[in-house]
């Protein structure tokens, strides 16, 4: 027998060593912490601030080292990956631009790309570890589901160590607190911590400390407050009687007793969007001594004019200003949208590039908001069309208008509307969602309206009477619920348990659809008719976040513009269609014609959800003559108006057939005539109707020669709601010298700025008959 070596014994051993739990009785050597598959040794964590636990900059420490992601690319999907990473369901939303203020140390990723299913970030697609090209003025943060992943061991995940952060802001009113309308502008200033409400130290305490505070509640500045108000210094013995008043100063002597301060030294620029970002010192738990000859910090805010109403302030007389060259589209709440700025007379969009929250900021407060919440990059709030007038804006954040920021002028490489900058904005609180609610409805989102009426001892809760009621009015509804826009505005909710609220407090209801609440809407006031009785003929809505939003290509209508004489015998079907003047119908058919100005429209939704009948295909109108179905009665209006407003002509086109003709390069068409397919208009597509279909025209052959105003609306009767009804009408210059005509300067309803307006009505066509 051969004798075995002892190097053979020892791989034996060895091998046995690895297969059992316990070699020779020696215990086995204790495991590393459970990582999650394919994190391969890295560690995240959230750091920043001011954030809540679930959201912050994102951070991973690879080869013992900590560094950021830039947002560069960065999307949702990405989001997604790593909240599950963080130990959290899923991700609600993403942040870009260092929101959470910038990192130190590597760039660790750059361009990734997730498709959101992936186990680990590894797995994502990248420039490669630590290959980056971005400043940590471009990290990206996450913001999580607030909901643990079940059994997650969070063994890779590194909390950033918790300071004390300033989570919210709010005015507490000294006197008449409960008596004084909202928004409540002047106060003390009280901050909440972990461990509660506390108030602010006003040693040092600054105009621009103010400045940020008021921003942060909503309002665009702020004004001197007397102190002394507040902290009044009476020797109450020396004065035998009382005295008128007294009662007020005693209460606010005995507040000045119980004040419980937990923040001072704040010292803040003044261009700050939030309190965090100042400097400042938290008070410790064993500080005896707090605010030692100081008070707490009051501020007086300076409401806009849309909040100052409400607020029961006088208005000031405030200094002319020039039209607005700054405003948002696309939003779904108040305060919120795509930045879009006016030059040259036409409205355009921003690029995102560098867009940061000083930006947003003098956006928000130019707008008569306060500072910015949130700055949005990648057209969050729906692509705009037509010019991208400016990019690379960086502002200090004093500057008084987005126009005083230093940026670069676009160029058609530079950028696309995929990446149109957005806000949020700081909003005054003002307590109008309180006061309305649904009730009935299968989700949150739906159900009978019922609003609060009465004074201070007599409120009560009440129905809406449904006559009259409309999309217009829904979108207000909606707005004041804080739940966007309205998909349905319905005058029957026989399907909606009205509860034991069965009285109607409220009829008349007709609003414009800017309105901040119902109470803003003209209305009967306490005298209450309504036609139907009875609690099932009750307003009633159906919201949504989300919502379509049409535009009309305005220079496609200037360019196709012509005049063509068609026989009628070639006109029996748009007879039927009732697509021709009245006097149409005493003409001597099928012998003579018909005069028509026919043009091409091309219809964009250019909103976040798609445009689509309010009518269901059951109820659908075949049309034989043309063989196709109509869906909604009237789609769009074609007028012929004289330059001071009066009609002259008119054709109404009901929908032919709503379908996706064209759609952009990354959106595939959804809707499609043929087969009695579905109809409706894609986000991102456009529905063309060329000028050579029938009805595709107004008859002018009663139309004498003349200077006249072609005017265009889609979804006149406001039948399908959208975000925006006022870029819904399109109007041109138009001469007809009985032969031929001119169509010229086609802008957009609300695209004429004061200039564009001043120009359109010196157009020396309207005041002669000289052709130009």
């Known amino acids: ?53 679930f959201e912050g900059r994102v951070e991973i420490q690879r080869a013992g080292e900590w560094g950021t992601i830039c947002d560069d690319d960065f999307t949702l999907q990405a989001a997604h990956v790593l909240c599950r990473e963080l130990g959290f369901t899923e991700a609600t939303g993403w942040t870009h631009s260092a929101k959470y203020g910038p990192g130190t140390g590597r760039i660790w990723l750059d361009n990734l790309s997730c498709s959101g299913t992936e186990q680990s970030v590894t797995e994502c697609a990248s420039r490669g570890w630590g290959n980056s090209d971005c400043t940590h003025d471009e990290d990206a943060g996450v913001i999580c589901k607030d909901e643990r992943l079940p059994g997650f061991s ?43 409400w506390s108030q602010v130290c006003d040693k040092g305490w600054s105009a621009h400390n103010s400045h940020v505070v008021c921003g942060m509640l909503g309002f665009p500045s702020e004004k001197r407050v007397n102190v002394a108000f507040y902290r009044p210094v009476i020797k109450l013995k020396a004065k035998p009687k009382p005295r008128v008043g007294r009662g007020p100063i005693k209460r606010l002597l005995a507040q000045r007793q119980q004040h419980s301060f937990g923040l001072h030294g704040v010292a803040c620029v003044g261009t700050e969007a939030h309190l965090s970002l100042c400097s400042l010192e938290f008070y410790r738990a064993n500080d005896t001594t707090r605010c030692p000859g100081g008070g707490p910090a ?24 020039g039209e607005a060259r700054v405003r948002l589209k696309g939003g779904a709440h108040p305060g919120e949208g795509r930045v879009e700025v006016l030059k040259a007379g036409t409205w355009g969009t921003v690029c995102d590039r ?130 966007g826009y309205a998909n349905h505005g319905l005058q029957e909710t026989w399907y909606w348990d009205s509860g034991n609220v069965t009285e109607v407090v409220m009829s008349g209801v007709h609003c414009t659809g800017t309105e901040l609440s119902l109470d803003q809407c003209a209305h009967h006031g306490t005298h209450v008719a309504c036609k139907r009785t009875g609690s099932h003929f009750t307003a009633g809505v159906i919201c949504s976040e989300t919502a379509s939003d049409l535009l009309l290509h305005s220079a496609l209508v200037q360019e196709s513009a012509y005049i063509e004489d068609r026989p009628l015998h070639m006109l029996y079907c748009a007879a039927e269609e009732n697509c021709l003047a009245s006097s149409a119908r005493s003409a001597d058919w099928p012998y003579g014609h018909r005069r028509l100005l026919r043009f091409s429209s091309q219809i964009h939704n250019l909103g976040r959800a798609d445009f689509r009948p309010k009518a269901g295909r059951h109820s659908w109108v075949w049309h034989e003559c043309h063989g196709h179905y109509h869906s909604m009665d009237i789609f ?46 894609t986000v991102g597509c456009w529905d063309l109707y060329r000028h050579d279909i029938d009805c595709q025209w107004i008859d002018i052959t009663d139309v004498k ?68």
């Open 636 to 681: 769009t209006h074609y007028d012929i108006l004289t330059p001071n407003g009066t009609k002259v002509a008119e054709g109404h086109k009901a929908s032919f057939c709503l379908e996706d003709t064209e759609c952009q390069e990354d959106v595939s068409k959804r809707y499609e005539c043929a087969n009695f397919g579905e109809q409706g208009i």
């Open 1 to 53: 027998m051969r004798p075995v070596s002892v190097w053979q014994w020892s791989l034996w051993g060895l091998l046995l060593c690895l297969l059992c739990s316990s070699c020779l009785g020696s215990p086995s050597p204790s495991t590393a912490p459970e990582k999650r598959a394919g994190s391969q040794g890295l560690r995240f964590r959230l750091a920043g601030f001011p954030r809540k636990p």
């Open 154 to 196: 969070d063994s890779n995940v590194i909390e950033v160590e918790h300071h004390l952060q300033v989570e919210e802001v709010r005015i507490r009113p000294a006197v008449g607190r409960g008596r004084r309308p909202l928004p409540a502008t002047e106060g003390l200033v009280e901050v909440r911590l972990p461990d509660g």
């Open 354 to 483: 560098k867009w940061d929250l000083q930006a947003a900021s003098v956006v928000c407060r130019e707008l008569g908001f306060g500072s910015a919440r949130e700055a949005l990059s990648g057209a969050r709030m729906g692509q705009g069309m037509g010019a991208i007038h400016l990019s690379e804006v960086r502002c200090s954040g004093q500057e008084p208008s987005l126009w005083k920021c230093p940026h670069r002028n676009i160029t058609a490489e530079d950028c696309s509307h995929s990446q149109d900058a957005g806000v949020r904005c700081n909003l005054p609180y003002t307590g109008v969602e309180t006061k309305i609610r649904l009730s009935g409805g299968r989700s949150r989102h739906e159900g009978r309206v019922e609003v609060q009426t009465g004074g201070p001892g007599s409120l009560r809760w009440g129905l809406i009477c449904g006559d009259d009621w409309g999309t217009l009015e829904a979108m207000v509804a909606c707005r004041q619920l804080g739940l």
């Open 705 to 772: 020669p003349g200077n006249y105003v072609l005017q265009v609306v889609i979804n006149p009767n406001f039948e399908v709601a959208e975000s925006d009804f006022t870029n819904n009408a399109m109007k041109c210059n138009c001469k007809y010298d009985g032969h031929r005509i001119w169509v010229h300067n086609c802008h957009i309803g609300d695209a004429f700025s004061e200039e564009a307006n001043r120009r359109f009505e010196r157009y020396p066509g309207q005041t002669s008959n000289q052709i130009i």
């Open 298 to 321: 009051v501020v007086s805010c300076v409401p806009s004019p849309l909040y100052a109403a409400s607020s029961g302030q006088k208005k000031q007389q405030s200094k002319p200003q």
